[in-house]
Nanobody, 116 residues
Framework: QVQLVESGGGLVQAGGSVRLSCAAS????????MGWFRQAPGKEREVVAV????????SYADSVKGRFTISRDYGKNTISLQMNSLKPEDTAVYYC?????????WGRGTQVTVSS
């Protein structure tokens, strides 16, 4: 049973930065392509950043490209998302999960609110 715990969100002004972290219990991330996802009110969940199992490859949604950076720490078994130049439209609950195969149970996510 994998439990995903996201943290690091909060209220930030437009143009500011936030760093999110995702930890897992019950399983190591190292063999999996991982992603950060977000869900804004009234919208479907969308993937914003993906990192390959070995960290060699990353990809981003067009809306966050050049502003967000996904990374992974094998020693700590964590996934991070550095979010810079934040915009009000980045306001959402952010989640992490595997991005290949069936999703694990979703964590509670972490709220990021960007004020204009």
């Amino acid at each position: 049973q994998v439990q995903l715990v996201e943290s690091g969100g909060g209220l930030v002004q437009a143009g500011g930065s936030v760093r999110l972290s995702c930890a897992a219990s019950g399983r190591t991330f190292s063999a999996y392509t991982m992603g950060w996802f977000r869900q804004a009110p009234g919208k479907e969940r969308e993937v914003v950043a993906v990192i390959s199992w070995n960290g060699a490859s990353t990809s981003y949604a067009d809306s966050v490209k050049g502003r967000f950076t996904i990374s992974r720490d094998y020693g700590k078994n964590t996934i991070s998302l550095q979010m810079n130049s934040l915009k009000p439209e980045d306001t959402a609950v952010y989640y992490c999960n595997r991005n290949n195969g069936a999703f694990w149970d979703w964590g509670r996510g972490t709220q990021v609110t960007v004020s204009s």
